[in-house]
């Protein structure tokens, strides 16, 4: 009888200690916090970022009394108008959760309603300074003030499908060095373009970045800010270089978008080249099935992305952030602390591997980390998966890191570049080819006159 009246003095003394206790963030928790966090990860990254949770929640979580339930929203478009519509209490929104994955275009319309928590506020600045200081640019909106905080980035790099690249090149006396530019990728397309009678050789994802880096590669931002705030920037000698390098080639036929992603494309076998996040590398083929219904195995390699010649090396940084919404101190230290606990190194790193994306703390440990981990895993050197991890890691090491700056008409800019990057090409491609052939060239000439001017009038700002 003494030992059960014992055990259950243990049990009431711990339920005690749950319900009331001292964490490192100097917070009393007399009853668990739950935060909740929407996301936009899907498939593998969903699963891997849905282990983390777990992990924390019996863990970490479990000790200092603060539980996350996390929800996918599908998409990041779906997820920026859910935010959206809770921030504005639109009818039958949701309440906004405690965290959300973020672009600096939508967490700055937040910021500037007084709905987000400044997360330096609860970390210190040897916290801060382990992260990448490029990613922690990009979510401070004013001086000295963090509405971001990064937790997983993505990179961009050129995918090939070299099986079909090793017939071609041999046959032209080309090597990979022809890739490593945009200029050598124009050649390269307009070569493959002749000898295949009309297919494309190129094709990329995220269409706006090629013209966003490429200006800032090219020494002039579109967007930049002033003393009288953001503004639009088009310097039009680097404007006629991005038509050039770009827009000419894909109205000829040299560059192509046919499915909904590039990795679609060399699985159909309609490009064998394609420039897309270091994140989708799962989605890329291992066999080609043509219009016809022949199938043949292939093998895609992972290259650096191509820069303009002359230039320095640049590398986009995408992945989304994670803000916190700004409610009760013990909410908000309770949704940091989940955020601290998931950029751990050892954490990030596996849920990095896991996804495609890279850890946000690149200490000079970090690749020798990341090499154990793939090991760990059983993915050896050599293969696609490896190969992107590291050079994709090296990329972010050792580039001129871009991130397009944040203001609140930032993702309406973008989709008009997208636009004009895809679907008014479309309609140049389907124009051109109707145009007899004496008078394509001076056709080229009058559709870039109306396309630039058109292009700057709805990038005003």
């Not at 500037?112 to 506020?121: F, V």
């Not at 190194?345 to 849920?351: K, M, V």
Request: net charge negative.
């Amino acid at each position: 009888m003494k030992k059960k009246s014992l055990i259950a003095l243990f049990l009431l003394f711990g339920i005690f200690l749950t319900g009331c206790l001292q964490n490192n963030i100097g917070l009393v928790i007399e009853k668990p916090v739950t935060v909740t966090l929407w996301h936009y990860y899907n498939g593998q990254q969903k699963d891997a970022f849905d282990a983390l949770i777990d992990e924390f929640n019996h863990t970490e979580g479990f000790s200092k009394g603060i539980t996350v339930k996390a929800e996918s929203k599908g998409s990041i478009e779906n997820l920026e108008e859910s935010i959206t519509a809770s921030a504005e209490e639109k009818l039958g929104a949701e309440k906004l959760p405690d965290i959300f994955s973020t672009y600096s275009d939508t967490a700055i319309k937040l910021q500037q309603m007084g709905l987000l928590a400044d997360i330096s506020d609860y970390m210190t600045e040897e916290e801060l300074k382990e992260y990448n200081p490029y990613f922690l640019e990009e979510g401070r909106f004013t001086k000295d003030r963090l509405f971001i905080l990064p937790v997983a980035k993505a990179t961009e790099l050129l995918y090939l499908n070299k099986t079909d690249w090793d017939i071609f090149a041999e046959e032209h006396g080309y090597d990979l060095s022809v890739l490593s530019t945009w200029e050598g990728i124009r050649e390269v397309s307009e070569a493959y373009h002749k000898w295949t009678e009309g297919k494309s050789f190129f094709g990329r994802d995220a269409a706006a970045n090629f013209m966003l880096v490429g200006f800032h590669q090219l020494g002039s931002d579109i967007f930049q800010k002033t003393n009288d705030g953001i503004k639009l920037i088009l310097d039009e000698n680097i404007l006629e270089k991005i038509w050039t390098s770009y827009c000419e080639p894909y109205i000829l036929g040299y560059y192509g978008a046919f499915g909904r992603f590039r990795s679609d494309d060399i699985k159909t076998g309609d490009i064998i080249a394609a420039a897309a996040s270091t994140s989708s590398v799962s989605y890329y083929p291992q066999e080609v099935t043509l219009e016809s219904g022949i199938t043949y195995p292939i093998e895609v390699v992972v290259l650096p992305l191509p820069d303009f010649e002359g230039t320095k090396k640049t590398a986009v940084q995408q992945g989304a952030g994670m803000s916190v919404t700004k409610s009760s101190t013990e909410k908000e230290k309770a949704a940091i602390e989940f955020l601290k606990w998931f950029t751990l190194e050892e954490n990030n790193i596996g849920f990095c591997v896991d996804s495609g994306y890279f850890p946000v703390k690149t200490n000079e440990r970090i690749k020798e980390r990341m090499k154990e981990k793939l090991i760990s895993m059983n993915i050896g050197e050599g293969s696609l998966v490896y190969e992107n991890t590291m050079l994709g890691l090296e990329s972010i090491l050792n580039s001129d890191l871009y991130a397009p700056i944040a203001f609140e008409e930032g993702s309406t800019k973008r989709k008009i570049i997208t636009e004009y990057l895809t679907d008014r090409l479309e309609i140049c491609k389907d124009r051109y080819n109707e145009t007899p052939i004496e008078d394509r060239a001076g056709f080229l000439e009058t559709c870039y006159k109306e396309w630039s001017a058109n292009l700057i009038s709805e990038l005003e700002i």
